[in-house]
């Protein structure tokens, strides 16, 4: 496949062989959340947003995995680096337990392992003075992790803050802080302490103009629900606060930066500390390694996943507790092709230029989506490649989607009435006009009014 000339093309979808593919999958699974019925073909040709399917289809995948496939797929600016490693097994070990590397010395390692990982996420972080890393599995162990080393750093702490509209993962404890979809929560059993506020999506309001109700009576419910506020917390109580610097599965909404300056003035006047979400929104997703940076905000604590191909809980040395096992994980960090993974799309990003790609390509994307949305688009937003677009119902929204996919074009919903379009970080000029043209198509097709009731 050659991705300089290649163009979605295909049947209706899903072909034959999807369909029997799904039905021997479903056949054993348990039901859970598949956006499409899209079987993509390993042993076929795809390269950076261009995949085969199962029935030979070519598709244009805006979706990079939710982010989890930064550069889309079969990309040589990482693959090739893979490809001269001869695998081994096991390929993963119990990383907390035991160690690797690949060579006499770490200066003179033939490929990074999960030490450079580390030292690659601190130099990344270190603006934020942070120099210690914790390796797990998934997006949801990372939150889990930076929840465990705050409690000890505060012990003994009473609350966490959460706020409205947000997704931290999908274990117990990351379920307490979830506050999107019912259907992710409704009768699991929560951690105790947590306090909710909300989350200012209006990101041109400022303190006067907010509605969303997180400023209110002249200050913030954030202040005024502490103690010295004439609120019922103690901020000496409190382990964490955490947000999504940019709100994902929620609707891949953006804050004010009055609302961003108030969370930045309160965690810093009470030195509560601020554990940021990073795990869909950070790794040069939004032109910037981390969203955060965008921002005035001064993280205490990273979680990072996804584009990282591992867990990572990036913090200050002096948050993490100095009590070996307090913190544990079978695999983590010893995943020896995640770890490798990780360093080298770190490596691409750099390498590159692909902070700077992602911010110009996304500023063409949106320019093409404005001037071309139509009527019932209500709003188009985004950092980089972290891109929305918000429709006047849901119905519209998810013909879209299915417009969109039968011209060849993966996209996702987020939140009620939104799409989300996550590009790789270094696509091309021509890629972001072909998606774009694909997608204003499928907004077209959908007609003046949605066919869905």
């Known amino acids: 496949m050659n991705r300089d000339t290649a163009e979605p093309h295909g049947d209706a979808l899903p072909g034959p062989n999807a369909q029997r593919w799904i039905e021997f999958h479903q056949s054993h699974s348990a039901p859970s959340e598949y956006s499409h019925e899209f079987v993509w073909d390993v042993t076929r040709e795809a390269d950076g947003p261009f995949v085969t399917d199962v029935d030979g289809n070519v598709l244009l995948d805006f979706t990079c995995h939710i982010g989890a496939a930064p550069l889309g797929y079969n990309n040589e600016k990482v693959l090739s680096k893979v490809r001269e490693f001869d695998l081994v097994e096991p390929m993963k070990i119990a990383g907390q337990d035991m160690y690797f590397g690949s060579g006499p010395n770490p200066a003179e390692a033939e490929f990074p392992g999960s030490s450079h990982l580390m030292d690659r996420l601190t130099d990344v972080s270190s603006h934020y003075g942070m120099d210690t890393v914790f390796l797990?599995?998934?997006?949801?162990?990372?939150?889990?992790?930076?929840?465990?080393?705050?409690?000890?750093?505060?012990?003994?702490?009473?609350?966490?803050?959460?706020?409205?509209?947000?997704?931290?993962?999908?274990?117990?404890?990351?379920?307490?802080?979830?506050?999107?979809?019912?259907?992710?929560?409704?009768?699991?059993?929560?951690?105790?302490?947590?306090?909710?506020?909300?989350?200012?999506?209006?990101?041109?309001?400022?303190?006067?103009?907010?509605?969303?109700?997180?400023?209110?009576?002249g200050g913030s419910q954030l202040r005024d629900m502490l103690a010295p506020e004439g609120g019922h917390v103690d901020p000496s109580e409190i382990a964490f606060l955490t947000l999504e610097p940019i709100q994902g599965v929620g609707g891949y909404r953006f804050p004010s930066e009055a609302f961003m300056d108030e969370v930045a003035a309160v965690t810093d006047a009470y030195d509560i500390p601020l554990v940021v979400d990073e795990i869909q929104s950070g790794i040069g997703r939004t032109g910037e390694m981390w969203a955060a940076d965008h921002y005035a905000i001064e993280p205490d604590v990273i979680a990072s996943a996804k584009a990282l191909r591992v867990g990572a809980t990036v913090s200050r040395s002096d948050l993490f507790p100095s009590e070996k096992n307090r913190l544990g994980s079978t695999f983590g960090g010893g995943d020896l092709l995640g770890s490798m993974m990780g360093a080298f799309t770190l490596e691409a990003i750099d390498e590159h230029d692909l902070l700077e790609n992602a911010t110009e390509r996304g500023r063409q994307a949106k320019e093409l989506l404005v001037d071309d949305a139509g009527d019932h688009v209500v709003d188009v937003r985004g950092k980089g490649l972290m891109l929305a677009v918000e429709f006047d119902t849901p119905d519209r929204r998810s013909d879209v989607v299915v417009e969109a996919l039968e011209r060849g074009l993966l996209t996702l919903g987020c939140g009620k009435k939104t799409i989300r379009l996550l590009p790789p970080l270094d696509s091309t000029e021509r890629e972001i006009d072909l998606g774009v043209s694909i997608f204003l198509d499928a907004v077209a097709a959908a007609g003046p009014t949605p066919t869905t009731a």
Do not use: Q, W
Request: proline share 4%; with cysteine.
């Open 136 to 217: 797990s599995n998934s997006g949801a162990e990372a939150m889990e992790n930076a929840m465990k080393i705050t409690h000890d750093h505060r012990a003994p702490a009473k609350y966490g803050v959460a706020f409205a509209g947000s997704f931290h993962g999908r274990t117990l404890g990351t379920l307490s802080l979830t506050k999107s979809k019912d259907v992710y929560t409704r009768r699991y059993p929560e951690i105790s302490g947590i306090e909710t506020v909300p989350f200012c999506a209006d990101r041109g309001c400022d303190a006067a103009s907010c509605d969303c109700g997180f400023f209110a009576g």
